[in-house]
């Protein structure tokens, strides 16, 4: 069992950045393939990135190409989504996941932190 525990949400203006981060226990982390997914109020669960251990290792969304960065740190178990260039539309809660066999759909991933909110303000 995997427990993913998020931070680093908050509220900045457009244009700004954050980065949130994702402490994972319970499991042997280095294992998972790892994915950011995003929920907008009154919206479905979005995929935003995903990193594994295949050739490319990262894969983005496309309305977050060239302005998230997702990597991860397998000695300290933490994934990380670095986020630049925020725009409104980026608002939402942010949750990371852990798959054994990656993608962009939620069924693929088996568990979830809490979220974390972030708010772009216009």
């Known amino acids: 069992q995997v427990q993913l525990v998020e931070s680093g949400g908050g509220l900045v203006q457009t244009g700004g950045s954050l980065r949130l981060s994702c402490a994972a226990s319970g499991g042997t982390f280095s294992r998972y393939i790892m994915g950011w997914f995003r929920q907008a109020p009154g919206k479905e669960r979005e995929f935003v990135a995903q990193?594994?251990?295949?050739?490319?290792?990262?894969y983005y969304t496309d309305s977050v190409k060239g302005r998230f960065t997702i990597s991860r740190d397998n000695a300290k178990n933490t994934v990380y989504l670095q986020m630049n260039t925020l725009k409104p539309e980026d608002t939402a809660v942010y949750y990371c996941?852990?798959?054994?066999?990656?993608?962009?759909?939620?069924?693929?991933?088996?568990?979830w932190g809490q979220g974390t909110q972030v708010t772009v303000s216009s």
């Open positions: 996941a852990a798959s054994s066999s990656g993608g962009s759909s939620v069924r693929e991933y088996a568990y």
């Open positions: 990193i594994s251990w295949v050739r490319p290792p990262t």
